[in-house]
């Protein structure tokens, strides 16, 4: 089976984010044939259509190039006022100009402090992705309660969640192999 390539997106611009360092656990649970690759939103600009006139900016087109490059998304989304991070959306707004984010394979993670692992920012998030006609994996879904003492060191610590992160990568590189037949 060829490699199957992986854009994951941390909904963070935090240095210290659990989020950043979910995504980078990730790599070391996923199957042998899925690579994963990060892409931070730093640089993105916050989405404004004069500046989209005028081309998009470099660090827009970067993220623009590697959603081309990928046979699926990771979007990782912490939970802010009950819904996605602003980051992502911002993300999201830019890539999805010229239909580029449709019928795309896609999934959604989140995590928190709290006992209920950012649900509702991930709904909002599905909810977008489900608008913009991507293949959103349903399930399993993945939301990781009590987060911050289950990370050290971008290492998921805790056995049981690392074991169900790595069913939930084979379960999303089934989909994306299922859709590309």
């Not at 969640?161 to 379960?171: D, G, I, N, P, R």
Request: contains cysteine; charged residues 25%.
């Amino acid at each position: 089976m060829e490699k199957i390539k992986v854009l994951a997106i941390p909904g963070s611009l935090r240095e210290k984010s659990l989020h950043r360092q979910l995504v980078r656990a990730l790599s070391d649970l996923a199957p042998e044939n899925m690579e994963i690759t990060i892409f931070e939103l730093h640089d993105v600009p916050v989405y404004n259509q004069d500046i989209e006139a005028e081309g998009f900016p470099p660090a827009v087109q970067a993220l623009r190039d590697a959603i081309e490059a990928s046979d699926g998304l990771i979007f990782a989304t912490p939970e802010f006022n009950g819904s996605m991070s602003g980051v992502i959306k911002n993300g999201i707004d830019w890539a999805s100009r010229q239909g580029l984010l449709g019928k795309r394979p896609v999934t959604a993670i989140s995590g928190s402090p709290g006992s209920l692992g950012a649900t509702k920012g991930q709904e909002s998030l599905r909810a977008c992705l489900n608008h913009l006609g991507m293949y959103v994996l349903a399930r399993p879904s993945l939301a990781i309660p009590k987060m911050n003492d289950k990370l050290e060191d971008n290492t998921i610590t805790d056995e049981a969640t690392a074991k169900f992160v790595s069913q939930w990568l084979e379960t999303f590189r089934d989909w994306i192999v299922q859709l590309n037949k």
